[in-house]
């Protein structure tokens, strides 16, 4: 089994996908929960039936039967204490965490364990497992560049966005994943990147950055440009902004 990857997109979704290279091509098998989670809750309850009727066709373990009921026997228990005015404690809202996590753990780990040929039509359509296979080639990033922005007038923070200069969205381009943000905080203006520091990578906008009381007044000077898994882009135009106190 290959690679397990997780990753949030800009449509509050969690992608889980695992990979198997075969004659060099790519096939995933690949699972989409909601982070909504009333529709998670009701996604738990068919694909849990749904496993435990056709464990032995998908080639779940009994262990993992196992575990899966009993989280989602948990779950069952500690969602509507969560959820309903009168019985959502902090204690209870905690506890319904835990048992979320417990519950995607476990769907990971039976869903990266059934063979692709096993899987049918209903199946994929069951679990919202969709089928992506084919060659993948790595997409260039192209010539385009991010243009950063930054909105400076809350007190000691600093919101920033992007903007495609090709097409002027407030959007990636084809091919890149995110948009790589450096910073340089006081002193005069950086003139390579040996004078920044990386600050994060993000896939969407905006990004909301503290800062120190003591770093009220500094002026903050930030690059960006774009990424993928194969290279890095160019840098965009320099853009800056000062602390406010």
Known sequence: MG????????LSLVTIGWELNINHFKLNIMATFSDKESILNT?????????????????????NKATLIANFATWTNIYPLATTPATSTVAN???????????????????????ISALTST???????????GFH???????????????????????ITYMDNTSGK??????VTGCEIWQKIGGVAPVSVSDLQYLETISKNPLIISFEGTQGGLKV???????????????????SGTVMP
């Not at 690679?3 to 800009?10: L, P, V, Y």
């Not at 407030?170 to 091919?175: D, F, I, L, S, T």
């Open 43 to 63: 996604y738990f309850g068919v694909v849990v039936a749904y496993i435990v009727l056709n464990f032995s066709r998908l080639g779940v373990s009994l262990a």
């Open 170 to 175: 407030k959007a990636k381009p084809h091919g």
């Open 221 to 239: 000077y930030y690059w960006m440009r774009w990424i993928n898994k194969h290279s890095k882009g160019n840098w965009g135009p320099e853009f």
């Open 3 to 10: 690679d397990c990857r997780i990753e949030a997109t800009a």
């Open 93 to 115: 809202v905690k506890d319904k965490n835990i048992s979320k996590r417990a519950m995607l753990t476990i769907l990971r780990l039976i869903f990266g364990d059934i063979a």
């Open 137 to 159: 080639p790595s997409v260039p990033i192209g010539n385009s560049e991010p243009n950063g922005s930054v909105d400076d007038g809350f007190k000691l923070a600093h919101k």
């Open 123 to 133: 199946d994929r359509t069951t679990m919202n497992m969709p089928f992506i296979g």
